[in-house]
């Protein structure tokens, strides 16, 4: 029996190697039609039908299987497309536990024991604190897209939920004003994938915090108003658009559950 590998494809791969692109609109029509939450199935139709005429080196890499026949392939691939982005909006980073747990290095703690002198339940109380941390700091990404999304998309803005662009989390299409912006939490967090996208595009590239003042170096400096002025927001937008309504947001939202074990 011969086994089939897996290859990271994109739809600009299937197009490229021959595939008509009549055959990819009219396969993911039929699969769309099986998405029942209606916003889910506007927006994955508008993102489709933008790259896949306009831009397809939009489409994010998948793996699927080898087989060859690009059919398949470009049935597959569009299935688990729309069920990276399905399953990014039906599990909300807001709504999940963080964790009071992980893995402990001996030496880490060692070394915290013997510079700090702390007694055991102290330290306990450090490696807690920094497992929560780092458990929250891990979701801090999706929890402002999911933020950013409850605002944008009653403007006619859609959220590219579950990387289904590459470097592109939300997207305005109207025609002839269309608006490609990728988001960040803070100044110095990197997004390498940028360089896939086709030359010509123009992704605008905003980050949540700047780099804080030398006098307050413990104070990153919000940036929302340079959100404002980048996608040309108006008042009623723009007064939903700051780190204050951000927080307030995390606040009525978020989970109080913690995990304590595996």
Partial sequence: MIKITSKRINIEFLL??????????????????????????????????????????????????????????????????????????????????????????????????????????????????????????????EILEEYLASVLEPFGWCWCAG?????????????????????????NTENSSSSAIRNGTKIIKWNRLNKPRTDDLDSPIPNWEKLCELIAVKTELSELLTEEKYLEYIENNSTTDILEHR
């Fill in 16 to 141: 490229g190697k021959g595939l008509d692109k009549k055959i990819v609109i009219e396969d993911f029509k039929k699969q769309v039609d099986l998405v029942k939450n209606e916003l889910y199935k506007s927006e994955l139709t508008q993102m489709f039908n933008y790259a896949v005429k306009n831009n397809p080196t939009l489409f994010t890499n998948i793996a699927v299987s080898n087989t060859g026949n690009l059919p398949e392939m470009c049935n597959e691939y569009i299935k688990k497309w729309i069920s990276k982005y399905s399953k990014a909006r039906s599990n909300p980073a807001i709504k999940r536990s963080l964790k009071a747990y992980g893995e402990k290095d001996p030496a880490l703690v060692k070394r915290v024991a013997v510079n700090t002198n702390a007694k055991s339940d102290t330290l306990d109380k450090y490696l807690t604190g920094h497992f929560v941390y780092m458990s929250a700091e891990n979701m801090n990404g």
């Fill in 163 to 187: 990387a289904i662009y590459r470097s592109v989390d939300f997207c305005y299409l109207k025609p002839g004003k269309e608006i490609l912006l990728q988001v960040k939490n803070k100044y």
